[in-house]
């Protein structure tokens, strides 16, 4: 049975404006949670919410504690729904991961009831969730529920730091400690971690001053976006959950990156170097000092990369790997999915390879444009 202010929720979710309200509840969800994740956490999904979307805003299902009405055991933020009756947890161009955040001694029963909740007057066939670490709590639980059905659409792996990443090996080492010794004769180099609102926005700044700002795909490039890195690194850098690392030269950076933290995992979200010192790869450098720094840090058990699959530069350098799942969970406990599900699914599929060739043939047509720019004189 739902607490009456979950059946207020229960109908459509809470706008992210009518979310301000819980958010005390919401932040002592996140410090129980079933599996800790920055893209569900209050300080990072509600202004994600407040300030990314366009016009249509997504909508937050929660479950309330039926003993204690007061007490948040469930929440997850879902996309508008369109005229396909598949809903999905709310993925935007910030974030890795979208599923519920569960309180971890009431689980169970908080997703049934996010799962009723998602069910709504459109009849959909399943919620569809985004970017699950395979062997993690939350999918362990779904697999524990008898009649409970995940369907998994793709899976892929990333690099993450458990422990300090080994050495480069061979050529590729050596010619990573050429780099850095040639580096050390331009000037002072050292790296500096920081957690204040203002290195967030030197971050800004310094990213979209390179080839992220020419290509529009900067932070600050966007108003809307800069206004929700800045509000997010206001609500995390206040409670030490942000950190701003930076490699410099003579005081100058020419690397930055931006860790966040959640629970006991940490979310290495965003990084970006100068171009002028390309030729000694400082964001190579500064992302094994990262790398380092984390492994060493107690209160971490875990660093994600939050890169694309085979990333080039990072998968060298962090070696170790987690697997993450995208899956359909059926709303209606089954043994199997339904026909009409199973059509969705593969439509979804299909759009996601249509999708991913796309995103290949765009990449290639700027990779020729970026090599015909260089080889003018």
Partial sequence: MIASAGARAAKRGLTPDAMACHGAAWRDLAARALEPSIFNDPGFAMPAAQHLPGRRRPRFLLSWDPS????????????????????????????????????????????????????????????????????GATLQLIAAQPGWTLVALDARSRAVVRQPPPPLPGKAGKEFRRQARRLAEQGRVATTVSAEPDDVDRFLAFEAAGWKGRRGTALGVTPRVARFTRTMAAALTAE????????????????????????????????????????????????????????????????????????????????????????????????????????????????????LRAKRVSAALRSRRHNATMAQP
């Fill in 68 to 135: 204690d009405p007061a007490r948040l055991i469930g929440l997850c933020c879902v996309a508008p729904q369109g005229l396909v009756p598949l809903r999905s947890a709310w993925l935007h161009p910030q974030a890795t991961a979208a599923f519920p955040l569960l309180d971890a001694a009431h689980a169970a029963t908080a997703l049934a009831d996010l799962l009723a909740q998602a069910g709504g007057p459109m009849r959909p066939a399943g919620l569809l969730l985004h970017g699950m670490p395979q062997h």
């Fill in 240 to 355: 030490e959950r942000c950190h701003v690392h930076s490699l410099t030269l003579d005081g100058r950076p020419i690397a930055m990156g931006v860790v966040l933290r959640a629970g006991p995992n940490a979310f290495f979200w965003k990084t970006s170097f100068d171009e002028a010192w390309a030729r000694f790869s400082p964001g190579a450098h500064l992302t094994v000092a990262i790398g380092e720094a984390q492994a060493r840090d107690p209160d971490v058990a875990m660093t994600d990369s939050c890169a694309v699959p085979g990333h080039s530069m990072i998968d060298r350098l962090w070696p170790e790997r987690m697997t993450v799942v995208d899956g359909v969970l059926a709303l209606t406990p089954t043994r199997r999915p339904s026909w009409s599900t199973g059509l969705l699914i593969t439509a979804e599929r299909l759009r996601r390879m249509a999708r």
